[in-house]
């Protein structure tokens, strides 16, 4: 597998079209949540940035697509990971790869990171 990726889009290239258009969907729903989100890789998978801070990364598997808030955008949604029945760990959660994404708690796991950098700045 390649381990050196310049960019989003190549490490895209590693999947299946169907699988790189979920990816994709991510991204774009990562995107959404404010114009200031910067994209990068980070520990050899996609990850963006907020005001030059970790916001998430993610990666995509045979069987599940990775989200990697940190411990506290999990902690923080745990209850929805339990109702949805998605497998989750201290800083990552699993989505199934033939199941559709959830857009929503995207969203919100998002906008709980980007509130958290936000309040980490003004302290």
């Known amino acids: 597998m390649e381990t050196s990726f310049k960019n989003i889009n190549e490490y895209l290239l590693l999947f299946p079209e169907e699988v790189q258009e979920k990816l994709e ?7 959404s949540q404010n114009s ?4 990068y890789i980070g520990y050899q998978m996609p990850a963006f940035k907020y005001k030059g801070k970790p916001l998430v ?3 995509g598997y045979k069987k599940h697509i990775g989200l ?3 411990a506290d955008g999990i902690k ?8 949805l029945k998605y497998k989750f760990s201290k800083g990552a959660v699993q ?3 033939h199941e559709e994404l959830p857009v929503g708690l995207i969203k919100k796991i998002v906008n709980f990171r980007i509130e958290e950098i936000n309040k980490k700045i003004l302290k």
Do not use: M, S, V
């Open 36 to 39: 200031g989100i910067e994209e």
């Open 95 to 97: 989505f199934p790869i």
């Open 68 to 70: 990697y808030p940190g």
């Open 76 to 83: 923080n949604f745990e209850k929805d990971f339990t109702t």
């Open 25 to 31: 969907a991510l991204r774009e729903t990562i995107h």
């Open 57 to 59: 990364y993610f990666a």
